[in-house]
């Protein structure tokens, strides 16, 4: 069973930066398309970035220019190093594959964006 376990997350003032880390058990990103998504108070679950067994990569049009994702396989965990975050980025973030499997949920991380 693969598990993703997140984390990174916190408090930061708008204008910050904060990188989150994904970190999997079993070699699965040589397979899987990973996604970093989030759920924000009151809204869906959404897919904001995304990087494939190949390396590219892909984002919400609402992160686009502020945030990355990146690989390390060796260390088997994903990051997502987010810069100029806006209240509006406040929201549980969680990484899955691409398409998500159920299973695969973790229990995220909180990402906090106010003054």
């Known amino acids: 069973q693969v598990k993703f376990v997140e984390s990174g997350g916190g408090l930061v003032q708008p204008g910050g930066s904060l990188r989150l880390s994904c970190a999997a058990s079993g070699s699965i990103f040589s397979i899987y398309a990973t996604g970093w998504y989030r759920q924000g108070p009151g809204k869906q679950r959404e897919l904001v970035a995304t990087?494939?067994?190949?390396?590219?990569?892909n984002y919400a049009d609402s992160v686009k220019g502020r945030f990355t994702i990146s690989r390390d396989n060796a260390k088997n965990t994903v990051y997502l190093q987010m810069n100029a975050l806006k209240p509006d980025d406040t929201a549980v973030y969680f990484c899955?594959?691409?398409?998500?499997?159920?299973?695969?949920w973790g229990q995220g991380t909180q990402v906090t964006v106010s003054s």
């Open positions: 990087i494939t067994s190949g390396g590219s990569t």
């Open positions: 899955n594959a691409v398409p998500m499997i159920m299973a695969y």
